[in-house]
Every structure is written in structure tokens, then in C-alpha cells.
């Protein structure tokens, strides 16, 4: 008698240390699956506001008249400062731009001219990012033309294309990449929790059998996936976290792109998408094995 009850006792040790052994293995199967995750939603965030600093910082040159004054252009500086599509300007004047001439070519510009200054005053424009493009600096630049005293709009037209060609392509993959990882995540966690349940699916067929509901029965499974989708997470977020303080500690301009918006973006959508999906798989699993009869579980 005793004999047996050691047995039972170590019986139900082994399972319990079994079922352990599952839930840390599934645990860590689901945190780096939820890493990968992380990763793609956070390049696709970063990308984006990478490509909104890059068109932000293309500059448009607004050269001004010969004969207008200081105080002229700094009223046409306040009017321009209220238009919707500046981020910001400055004026640059025409003994400010012959310093920084003088400086850059190591000589004065005015010995070849006779004492005269031939730069022209300036205002250096940069755009909001949705309108840093060809079709939008058309119109702005016929709009700017018709201020008084303007001489000429000049910005890099070739530039332009090109930057927003190869972010568009850099958005396009990024998209596919995401779209592609989300499916495998997917699937991967989906493997993972239901290796987890499969092998307790005689004890799902015992509980069915002495009468308990799906939901019962269901119940109990689906909080563990979505504390082990917790827990996973959690982990899944501090390694990221690691990875950001690396990057900022390499490079501290890192954070002009990699903004807490997109950390905090990044960590909200490992947790959502650990939970639903770690209860979303249980769900299921537990369903495809209530269905079956006693002598499938064996086929399996």
C-alpha cells in the first residue's frame, strides 16, 4: 500500500515537474518570438520617422532682392512663419552669407568686386514631411514667388526624388517584412501552445468525461497562455529596452528617431499581441482536442 502511494506521489512529481519544464519552455519559445516581433514593429516606427527627419531637413532657398532691407525681411519672415506647411526658417543676411563665403572659400569675395557685397540676402525654408515632395514644392514655389522682392526659389529637385523613391521602397519592404514576420510569430506561438496542451490532452478528455463544460475546461488552459503571454512579454520588452539603451549608449542621436512614442508604440503591441495570441492558440487547441473521440488522441 505504501509502495503504491510512493508511486502515485512520485508519478504526480514527474508530471508536475513535466508541466513546469513545458511552461518555462514556452515561456521562452513565445518571449523570442515576441522579440522578433518587437523588432519589426519598432524598425517599421523607427523607418518612419527616419524618413520624416530626412524630408524635414531638406532645405528650400528663398533668395531675396538686392534692395530689401533688414526689417523688410523679417516682416516677410513673420508672414511665412504662419504658413501650414513650414517647420522652420531662418533669414540669412547679406553680410551673414559674405562670412560664411569668406569663410569657407579661405579669401573675401569683395577684392574681385570692387568692395561690393554679390550675395544676395536669403531665407532657408524646411518643410513639414508631407510636403516635402516634388508635387507639393511646385505649388509652394509659385506661392513664394509672389511675395514682393523675391528673386528665385531653389531646392534640389533631383534630391528630393530620390529621397522620397527610396524611402518609398524602404516603406514598401519594411511593410512585406512585417507582414511576413507577423504570419511566422504567429504560427510559431501558435506550434508552441499547442505542443503545451497536447500533452495534457488526456486530461482534457477525463475532465469532458465526467461531465465538465468546454468553457470549464477551456477556462484554465487559456489563463495559463495568457500568464505565460505576461511573463513573455515582460521579457520580451526588457531585452528590447537592453537593446535600446546599447544603441544609445553608441549613439546618442539615435533617440531623434527612436522617440519614447515608438518605444512605448513598440512595448503596448508586444504585450497586446503576447495576450490575445497566447489566448487565441490556447483557445483553439483546446477546442481541436474536446472534439475528438478518445481513440484519435492516440493516433495524434
Known amino acids: 500500500m505504501y509502495y503504491t502511494l510512493f508511486r502515485m506521489v512520485k508519478k504526480r512529481s514527474k508530471a508536475r515537474s513535466r508541466q513546469g519544464l513545458q511552461a518555462v519552455t514556452l515561456c521562452i519559445s513565445t518571449a523570442l518570438v515576441l522579440i522578433l516581433l518587437g523588432v519589426v514593429v ?33 516682416r516677410l519672415c513673420t508672414k511665412l512663419d504662419k504658413r501650414p506647411y513650414i517647420k522652420h526658417l531662418q533669414f540669412v543676411s547679406k553680410e551673414q552669407a559674405l562670412r560664411e563665403q569668406t569663410k569657407a572659400l579661405g579669401s573675401d569675395p569683395t577684392e574681385f568686386t570692387g568692395g561690393v557685397n554679390p550675395f544676395l540676402a536669403s531665407v532657408e525654408l524646411t518643410l513639414h514631411a508631407d510636403y516635402a ?40 519592404a519594411l511593410l512585406v517584412l512585417a507582414v511576413l514576420l507577423t504570419f511566422v510569430s504567429f504560427s510559431l506561438i501558435n506550434n508552441t501552445v499547442r505542443l503545451g496542451i497536447y500533452a495534457r490532452r488526456f486530461t482534457i478528455h477525463t475532465m ?28 520580451a520588452c526588457m531585452a528590447l529596452g537592453g537593446c535600446v539603451w546599447a544603441l544609445y549608449n553608441y549613439e546618442p542621436d539615435i533617440l531623434t528617431v527612436l522617440t519614447w512614442q515608438v518605444m512605448a508604440v513598440t512595448g503596448a503591441t508586444v504585450f497586446l499581441f503576447g495576450i490575445i495570441i497566447t489566448a487565441f492558440c490556447a483557445g483553439i487547441s483546446v477546442n481541436k482536442f474536446l472534439r475528438m473521440k478518445a481513440g484519435d488522441l492516440y493516433k495524434i
Open 133 to 172: 515632395n516634388n508635387d507639393s514644392l511646385r505649388w509652394i514655389s509659385a506661392e513664394l514667388r509672389k511675395y514682393p522682392k523675391v528673386s528665385e526659389i531653389t531646392y534640389q529637385k533631383d534630391l528630393v526624388e530620390s529621397v522620397n523613391r527610396t524611402l518609398a521602397k524602404v516603406s514598401i
Open 208 to 235: 469532458k468525461l465526467v461531465g465538465a463544460s468546454w468553457g470549464f475546461i477551456r477556462r484554465p488552459f487559456v489563463r495559463q497562455a495568457v500568464g505565460i503571454g505576461l511573463l513573455a512579454a515582460l521579457l
Open 42 to 74: 519598432l524598425s517599421v516606427l523607427t523607418a518612419r520617422n527616419t524618413s520624416a527627419y530626412v524630408k524635414e531637413n531638406l532645405v528650400i532657398t528663398m533668395l531675396l532682392e538686392q534692395d530689401m532691407t533688414t526689417p523688410e525681411a523679417k
